[in-house]
């Protein structure tokens, strides 16, 4: 029971109508029933210059009084409590209904406000495979199975995260870096059992694996332009845009200037590559790749690039019977060629050559081939004894992916993806192919094509 001090409940707000000369009245919605306080001459006392001593007696007098209609007012206030939850627990209550009166005062909501909701719990987050960060194939040492690393992107509330994170074959993601920046990255390598991130603005960062945790960061003063594999399997050796080389320890992180050769790329910036550079880093580490025909450049410097193809390969690509060659890939002695039909409609291919002669070729769409993207293979990988292109249908413009027997050119398999892919890998422990799309990694089995899993989403 509370006092009404307005023509207001103090409880819900609702508006009373106390009868006249009235001590109580019941809020018709809430059922509160408060007192009602009448107008009273102020306690405040102004006392006299020169109080008299029967002014002094009045005022005694008062005092008395007022403690007696105290003690009768409690009275009064317990009575009329004891009857109110005599009645509440009688009859039910009325079904409480929404007061068309003003919203309460503020004093009205500290004193009657039910605790604050609780806030709707957040939505699933929805994590996206970036594509700019090609999948890397690493050895898991517990069971010598292979596994792979990408870089994630949460959307969440409140803020998005960026991650590494390692998965194995199939797809199950075994750990999760803590949050870092993955925009900015310029080139990446798995080299030993680190991943190593190198910035543009020249940081260089090491990730154990398979836990995705960060050993050492260190600054380079320079971007990075290739990570290679160095002599001692301890170290990585760098090529810096300034063409500086540096070694540094894969433990440590620790910098040192050397002359050694960078003889097996790891990874290589993509952008502003050096022309004279005609070998393909497309093919897996170790393989020896070209990207055919000559170049002429022409600014503050002018010279020619032979064709590397005739170069180094010995093979003239204007001489192939049937094939445009655009890549080589060398494949024990032989060389996987990825190209396009001549003469005729431009039709993208793939082929096999051995001592300067054409063992297989075949164009790569299973059906339709007129209307297939009239580019050259360049998403490409290397599984067991199988080599995989991918090709887009035009009026689709949907990747497929298709397998070929490298001894003989056989198709093994072909599986539409409905997605534009970035890259394909191949994981060979056991036979996984990754199949990149643009916030995706669909997983394949390089047996059969089918689809085991899909990382992130296939937009």
Known sequence: MVFASSVSCEKCGAALKPEPGAEQVTCEYCGTTSIVERPRESRVRTEPRDPQPAAQSR?????????????????TLASAGLKWLASQQETPSAPR?????????AATVESSQAPAAVPPPQTAADTDVRSSFKPLVFDFEQHGRQGFVVGLFVTGHPNNTQHFATFDADGIEQARSEPVEVDDVAVHAIV????????????????????????????????????????????????????????????????????????????????????????????????????????????????????????????????????????????????????????????????LLRRGKVVWSSVTPADDPLNADDSPPYRMALAGDNVVVDYRIRKTSKGTVTAFAIADGTRRWTTPLEVDLEYITAVNSPGRLLAQSRAAVTI???????????????R
């Open 59 to 75: 005022s005694a007098l008062g005092k008395v009084l007022g403690v007696f209609l105290g003690i009768g007012l409690l009275f």
């Open 97 to 105: 209904r929404s007061p068309a009166v003003s919203p309460p005062t």
């Open 192 to 351: 030993g059992n680190r991943l190593i991130v190198a910035s543009r603005m020249g940081q260089l960062t090491a990730f154990g694996m398979p836990a995705a945790t960060q050993h050492w960061t260190t600054a380079l003063g320079e971007r990075v332009y290739a990570i290679c594999e160095a002599k001692s399997a301890e170290q990585l050796l760098l090529v810096l845009k300034d063409d500086r080389r540096l070694t540094v320890d894969l433990t440590t992180g620790r910098q040192s200037p050397t002359r050694e050769y960078c003889k097996i790329v790891a990874a290589i910036e993509d952008h502003g590559r050096n022309p004279r550079d005609r070998h393909d880093y497309t093919a897996p580490r170790g393989i020896e790749a070209y990207e055919c025909g000559g170049v002429r450049v022409m600014g503050s410097e002018t010279y020619t690039v032979p064709d590397p193809c005739l170069a180094q390969a010995h093979v003239d690509t204007d001489r192939l019977p049937g094939i445009n060659a655009h890549r080589l890939w060398k494949v024990d002695k032989d060389w996987l060629m990825f190209g396009v039909k001549k003469p005729g409609i431009t039709i993208p291919m793939v082929g």
């Open 444 to 458: 394949l089995d390089s047996a059969d094509g089918h689809v085991i899993r899909t990382v992130g989403q296939l």
